[in-house]
């Protein structure tokens, strides 16, 4: 079975900056879409950020577009969400998933909390 953790999360001030690492391991071949999404409590999940591992397609929710960057290194089969100019509204539990070359199915991670005070 595909395993995917992610790590980075944390507390910060409005305006900082953090950067989530989503390492994914168990499999062979090539990741192909990278996923970030977040959820808050009594609030449905969104999808925060997806790249792919070839092309270097990217998109954003409309509200952090300008603010987080999401980025890559296949070789080590890691995703990034880089994370700047934080505000309270971005607070959420922030989940990893990933699909593998071949497969439609979404791996997740157990999440990294990140909380930006006022």
């Known amino acids: 079975q595909v395993q995917v953790v992610e790590s980075g999360g944390g507390l910060v001030q409005s305006g900082g900056s953090l950067r989530l690492s989503c390492a994914a391991s168990?499999?062979?071949?090539?990741?192909?879409?990278m996923n970030w999404y977040r959820q808050t409590p009594g609030k449905e999940r969104e999808l925060v950020a997806i790249?792919?591992?070839?092309?270097?397609?990217?998109n954003y929710l409309d509200s952090v577009k300008g603010r987080f960057a999401i980025s890559r290194d296949n070789a080590k089969n890691t995703v990034y969400l880089q994370m700047n100019s934080l505000k309270p509204e971005d607070t959420a539990r922030y989940y990893c998933?990933?699909?593998?070359?071949?497969?439609?199915?979404?791996?997740w991670g157990q999440g990294t909390q990140v909380t930006v005070s006022s």
């Open positions: 790249i792919r591992s070839i092309g270097g397609y990217t």
């Open positions: 168990g499999f062979s071949g090539s990741m192909s879409t």
């Open positions: 998933a990933v699909t593998v070359l071949g497969s439609t199915k979404l791996y």
